[in-house]
Structure formats: structure tokens, C-alpha cells
């Protein structure tokens, strides 16, 4: 009777475990199973971190090859053209040297003086055209249409690097992880399609080197007046103290203040100091036509550089950001 008691109560026992187990089966498997799907999760993560990392230093690797490339194009592009623009200095210099050509620079700048005009920058405006600015701007241009062309290949890197992502963002490990972080993934990644490249294009589609004529122009003038400044002086002095009839009615033709100048008798001493100014103004304007030349081809180079490496620098800052968020 106690034998069949025990057995009795082992079955029921048997029993009650039995159907534990079934009606709850969570309290047998759930401890294992989630440690089983966190450690899975940690191993999709490192793979979706592998991979993205493999697709942006892919991408970094490219665009400095890109920056390296276009580095040394830098080194001689244009190079030609601004050694042409040297070349014509001694040619610049003879015509804007000469007695006849100094004197109209003169009476322009006593123009100026009076009336406050720019008739002198337009009358040298041509000669700099030729000799000087136009080799120079075809230099300019072919730096210029460098830097678009670099800007045009990483913008089709910056392409190539978020349409690998997308893909990444189809694939079965990306889908395993949380709705959370696929999300942040996806807005960082609709971001960069849309902020990367935008200010890059906004702003170096400007020319570089802007203003180079008016630069030229204004340099070579200053060059000019710091030599004849005494001479405008006394010119000026002399036709307003003559009072020439032709003040009153407007801006003077040259003809006219060289008649001013000859009837109160000073072209004597005005003939002598434009002379010796012609003696002086070749080698001042050499040197600062040289100057300006290099200057200018310097310049551009080195702002167009500085451009470059600025956007690859920017390129793989907003990528390493794409990284960080896809795992927080």
C-alpha cells in the first residue's frame, strides 16, 4: 500500500512538471534563447560595421587618390600661359614707356584728378589686355575647369559610395538589426545624398582668381602714379590757376590741357619731368608686372588646392559620422 502510495504521488509530480512545460514552455528555453539571439545580434553588428567600413575606406582611398592626381596637374597646368604673359613684359613696358605714351597717361590722370573719372584705367586698360591679362586668364581658365572636372569625380565617388550603402541597407544583416538603428542609419544616409557635395558646388563653380583684370589694371596704375604724382600735381595746379574756360564745361579732351598747359608756359618743365619719369617707369613696372604674374599664378593654384583637399576632408568627416550612427 505505501509502494503504490509513492508511486502514486511520483506521477502526479511527473504530471504536474509535465504540464509546466507545456502550458510554459518559456521557462525551459527563454534564458538560453536570449542569450542566443543578443550574442547573434552582436555578431550582425560587427559584420554591418566590417562592411560599411570596407565600403568608406574604399571611399576615402579614392577620393585622396583623386586629390593626388589633381595635385599634380597643379604643378604645370597653365604654366605656359603665364610664361607667355612674362614674355610680354618687355613688350608691355616699351609701349607704356614711351614719351608719347607717358605723356596721355598723364594728362588722363590730371583728368581724373579734376573730374573724378577713370579715363586712365581705359587707356590702359588694352595694352594690359593684350600683353598681360589675356595669357593670364587662359591660365586661369584651365585651373578653373580643373577644379570643376576634381569636383565632378567626387561627386561621382561621393555617388558610387552611397549607392553601396543603399545596398547595404537591402541586405539580410542590415535587416536583422534594430528598427531603431536602421533608421538612424537611413536619415544620416538621406542627409549626406542631400548636404554633401551642395556647398562644395555652390562655391567653387565661382571662378578662382575673380577680378583679375581689374587687379592688374589698378596694380599697374599705382606703379604708374607713385612716379608721376609730382608732375599730375603741378598740371593740375597750373590749369586750375589758369582757369581754363573748357573747366567749366566738363571733362577735359587731352588736346584741350595741353593747350591749357602751353598758354601759361609751363610745358617746359612739364616735358622735362615726363622725360624722366620714362627713364624710371621701365624697371618699376618689370618688377611689378612680375610680381602681379606670379602672384596671380600662385594664388590661383594655391586657392584651387586648398579647395581640393578642403572636400576630401569634408567627404570623409560625413562619412566617419555615417559609421557612428549606424551602431550606437
Not at 581724373?112 to 591679362?133: E, V
Not at 545624398?193 to 562655391?203: E, I, R, V, Y
Not at 599697374?220 to 582757369?243: D, E, N, Q, R, W
Not at 620714362?278 to 599664378?297: W, Y
Request: with cysteine.
Amino acid at each position: 500500500m505505501k509502494n503504490k502510495t509513492s508511486i502514486i504521488v511520483s506521477l502526479i509530480v511527473i504530471g504536474c512538471l509535465l504540464l509546466a512545460w507545456l502550458v510554459k514552455p518559456s521557462f525551459v528555453t527563454n534564458p538560453s534563447d536570449s542569450g542566443t539571439a543578443a550574442a547573434d545580434l552582436e555578431v550582425t553588428k560587427a559584420q554591418i560595421e566590417a562592411m560599411l567600413q570596407e565600403h568608406t575606406s574604399e571611399y576615402q582611398r579614392r577620393n585622396r587618390q583623386l586629390l593626388q592626381e589633381f595635385t599634380k596637374r597643379m604643378e604645370t597646368l597653365g604654366k605656359e600661359d603665364f610664361a607667355r604673359a612674362r614674355r610680354n613684359i618687355p613688350s608691355f613696358v616699351d609701349n607704356i614707356s614711351s614719351f608719347s605714351f607717358c605723356g596721355k597717361i598723364c594728362y588722363r590722370f590730371v583728368v581724373d584728378k579734376i573730374w573724378n573719372t577713370t579715363t586712365t584705367m581705359d587707356l590702359l586698360a588694352p595694352k594690359l589686355g593684350t600683353y598681360i591679362c589675356e595669357p593670364c586668364t587662359r591660365g586661369q581658365l584651365k585651373i578653373q575647369d580643373a577644379l570643376n572636372e576634381f569636383m565632378l569625380k567626387l561627386q561621382e565617388s561621393d555617388t558610387q559610395y552611397r549607392a553601396g550603402l543603399a545596398e547595404l541597407a537591402k541586405s539580410e544583416e542590415f535587416q536583422a538589426l534594430p528598427m531603431e538603428a536602421q533608421q538612424i542609419f537611413l536619415d544620416d544616409l538621406q542627409k549626406l545624398a542631400g548636404s554633401l557635395m551642395k556647398n562644395a558646388f555652390d562655391t567653387t563653380l565661382i571662378a578662382v582668381g575673380t577680378g583679375l583684370e581689374i587687379i592688374f589694371i589698378r596694380s599697374t596704375i599705382s606703379a604708374v602714379y607713385s612716379l608721376m604724382a609730382p608732375l599730375v600735381a603741378k598740371l593740375t595746379t597750373s590749369l586750375t590757376a589758369g582757369g581754363t574756360s573748357a573747366l567749366a564745361d566738363g571733362p577735359l579732351p587731352f588736346g584741350d590741357i595741353l593747350g591749357g598747359v602751353l598758354a601759361i608756359g609751363g610745358f617746359s618743365w612739364t616735358a622735362y619731368d615726363l622725360y624722366r619719369v620714362t627713364k624710371v617707369l621701365p624697371k618699376k613696372l618689370r618688377t611689378e608686372v612680375t610680381r602681379l604674374i606670379d602672384q596671380s599664378e600662385q594664388g590661383m593654384r594655391r586657392e584651387a588646392l586648398a579647395k581640393a583637399t578642403q572636400m576630401v576632408k569634408q567627404c570623409e568627416q560625413n562619412s566617419q559620422k555615417l559609421i557612428g550612427g549606424l551602431t550606437p
